[in-house]
């Protein structure tokens, strides 16, 4: 699970963006062409290096977040609860989720050294509207390649991440289960509770890096 969550934010900061894009790219080629400028920006920024949160909550703010949909990925992993749950829970949940996985994004793009990321073909036609983006990272230290999936959904926007697969797991499925203990446990409020209580841990942790 620590290397899992070491190369999420890898895989999700392929769809940071510095410019403009088309919301007529192919997938696999927007993925592929912004993915080094993150990479690039990670292992060049002496504040990442050194595990700047502020800095490095900057650039996953500004770069990340715009490229995912938070929405699909809550109710995703929320799976059958997320119907059971009032507009306003909702909304709690997502804002929560949202947090959790930018703390850990966060977390992992200080420790980007010596990576790349190698692109599959992608297998799908012109009018898809959902496509799964296949790559490797590789690290110049040797070592097995990480094995890393995307699945993107095609928005009027443009192309918005919604899960990831890193050695084997998808991110939807592993909270799958978290969420489901906490809601059984104390229900949908339960699970509220229990995404901010870990985000004001990760808080303080943040703050003591600045």
Known sequence: MK???KF???AVSALAFSGAASAQEAPDALVKRISSEVLDTAKNDKD???GNNTRIMQLVEQKILPYVDFERMTQLAAGRFWRQATPDQQKQLITEFRSLLVYTYAGALSQVRDQKIEFKPLRAAPTDTEVEVNS???SARGGEPIQLSYRLEK???GWK???VNVLGAWLVEAYKGTFANEINKGGI???IKALSDKNKQ???RSAGKK
């Open 48 to 50: 990442i290096q050194s």
């Open 189 to 191: 409020d339960g699970l």
């Open 202 to 204: 990760l808080a303080a």
């Open 136 to 138: 490797q990272v590789i």
């Open 161 to 163: 991440l919604y899960d």
């Open 3 to 5: 290397m899992f969550t």
């Open 155 to 157: 928005k009027a926007d």
């Open 8 to 10: 999420i934010a890898i």
